[in-house]
């Protein structure tokens, strides 16, 4: 295991109807006028707004409200929010929402204490070392974005994603009502359930040994998805499976459970170009990715392991992954065999909750492949690879976009 | 699921050599003048505490230091403790050691700021709700007090012990080095293994239904505690085993993996009569009644199961644990026989480590069942009864200590 920090302090409130406590956790976190940062008109429709401002007001808070946010949130919106921020002299940024609007609302909170352009946090150019504090109530149980220090914004200018990390943008609170995830559609409901999962299996597939507690846990997590994402796909309404669903979300994205290993990222490194060329949901978008992926990796791996120990290394990772999450027995099979058995049953999982399987549901043509992979490989400072779990180069990379089709 | 809130706002650093960071860290958590509370002579013989004033002297912090903490922490050393603290204008606590120092600096941090008598918070009379910052280094991986917010002390003046919780005693930073555990012996060693698989049955064990990413998590803990657990045995130098061992110590105790749900407990108050009074370590202590009592309540459930539809949950609960976490096979088995397979499994597993199977072992004799019982139904405040899993009266818990023997 290698050496870490790990810092969690965000104050978590679950269960039915909690958002009635957003003004007393505002306050307890030093708010006094706070910018209710939200989405779509869904959060209005429903009703939810009206009573996070009935919470402030109950609270004696004064509030300002910028909606808006799309998924694969833009900087657009940002500058806007940061304007009206700076105008308004608000101290507080509440999310509403989605990991959209929880990473617009993380970008706003460094943007109005930040005297240059926000997007120096995004491209590598400034630390994030300070932000007003933010709050999240969570309604998609997805990105984990309302345990973490991340956030990611897509640059209008351009199209291309990018992300960026730092204590300061952990949430002081995040509601999370699983209540409020039952009138999700299904559709998105799935691309949160993929999310999820990916970034559980992005954390599993390490070359870290000694492993243990961490992968038990990851296993764990995995397997409560499995059991849990069918029920509310078929039955959008099932509390009890919405709300176990929520907690792995948040327990699977605050890095509990991925400390002192080497993780990957590279799926979600591919992914993102494909979320910025087509717009189309994160989850989505990792639902093609990750098989294509995981189907290069693993066949190269199977190849290439006698003549490399690190290849054999990560051939029975893979094999660990598809045994003690997919359930394969592995008793008088091949390795690629039990490999190729958990990829066919990740792939069969993604299609009955109905998750795409190919990148010509968004729009993608063959051509497209040259413009992803040199994106991928050369965009956010990179110099022609990714690296993560295996380093890929340009052509690796155009071989996983090939496989999407 | 139950609703909860859920705040865990310790910083961890984990790893090799990390102890030379324990002045930053009370520096970051503002301290400026330091209590040093610590154990037995090892620390000092070790040359830990030279490395802790070291690094303070390094951050430019003063310090006073109280060694003498024994197993079941003793009011006596607190109060002393809570004198130096006011006479020496101390501002931190840094526990060294392991669940007993942290336990016995927590309740120092509370009775500093308190003008009446500590025990007042352990009792029941007092609510925790301000104390100085606590810091700890953690030497022996067992109680989880280094990242929860509990403390439990016994009382000189009658030997009984009581706990405490508040977020206000709860660590601001936590440094769990593995190295400093593996000159800890074997016994002790498999004291804190017990305690930690403790912490995670007694959340295990609940009545609250469709809890399944929770469930995964603790199978996912006592699988890898049940993996980890006989390597150190074998080998008290196996660094990754120790590691391992310490982060799953942590995040189950923690509460990330016991929220929204009912948890047990019974047997932590059943065992605490044991330490108070034969001074046994709280581990081997837990050894004992953790099969005595299972073994008990299973036999009820199980006889009552048909009249009692709580008994039924019991017993499908005692069953899922002795297949998930003891790898039973239930085909062709009733569920008693399952149940009774997955207890042998444990008793084999803590012989094999190396714990006692008999209280006599402690110097008990069957006379002392009803003192026990007696402090156990009627101590802190209870009723005649105690209450978790299962509620259980006086006989019942008679019964419990007997089978102990």
Partial sequence: MENFTFYSPTYFVFGKGEEKRAGEMVKRFGGSKVLIHYGGGSAVRSGLIDRVKASLDG?????????????????????????????????????????????????????????????????????????????????????????????VITNENGNFKRGTSGEAIRPRFSILNPEL?????????ACGITDIMAHLTERYLTVTPDVVTTDRLLEGLLLAMIEEGPKVIKDPADYEARANIMWAGMIGHNNSCGVGRSQDWNRHNIEHE?????????????????????????????????????????????????????SCEAEGKTDEEVINEGLAKYRAYLAEIGMPSSIREFGAVPEDVDILAHMCCYGDGRDGSIAGFVTLDENEVKEIYRLMF
């Fill in 59 to 151: 609270a004696g808070l004064a509030y300002a409200e910028l909606g808006g946010v799309k998924a694969n949130p833009r900087s657009g919106l940002v500058y806007e929010g940061i304007e009206l921020v700076k105008k308004e002299k608000i101290d507080f940024i509440l999310a509403v929402g989605g990991g959209s609007s929880i990473d617009s609302a993380k970008a706003i909170a460094m943007g109005a204490l930040y005297d240059g352009d926000f997007w120096d946090f995004y491209d590598g150019k400034q630390p994030v070392t300070k932000a007003l504090p933010v709050g999240t109530i969570l309604t998609i149980a997805a990105a984990g974005s309302e345990g973490s220090g991340d956030s």
């Fill in 181 to 189: 995830t039952t009138s999700l559609p299904p559709y998105q409901t």
């Fill in 274 to 326: 494909l979320s910025a060329l087509y717009d189309c949901a994160h989850g989505a978008g990792l639902a093609v990715t990750f098989p294509a992926y995981l189907t290069y990796v693993a066949g190269k791996a199977v190849a290439e392991r006698a003549a490399d120990a690190m290849q054999e290394i990560r051939v029975k990772r893979l094999v660990k992954w598809a045994e003690r999450v997919w």
